[in-house]
């Protein structure tokens, strides 16, 4: 599960990702196997950027 958590002042935002409960935190960049799961994540990163909605910057 994706959680986006925008703060009062809309000027910074937490994302989690989490088991189907919700409760425990997952880190799908840990494992080889979440390959499927990590790209259906920067799509909808990607998603997010070309709706205006998020500015990509690159590190």
């Known amino acids: 599960m994706l959680k986006i958590i ?4 809309l000027s ?3 994302i989690n990702i ?3 409960s919700g409760l425990r935190l ?3 960049f ?6 499927i ?3 259906k994540f920067y ?3 990607d998603s997010l950027v070309e709706r205006g ?3 990509k910057q690159e590190h």
């Open 43 to 45: 799509f909808l990163m």
């Open 53 to 55: 909605i998020f500015t």
């Open 6 to 9: 925008i703060n009062k002042e």
């Open 26 to 28: 997952v880190n799908i």
């Open 30 to 35: 840990k494992s080889e196997t979440n390959q």
């Open 12 to 14: 910074g935002v937490k």
């Open 37 to 39: 799961i990590q790209e």
């Open 18 to 20: 989490t088991d189907k």
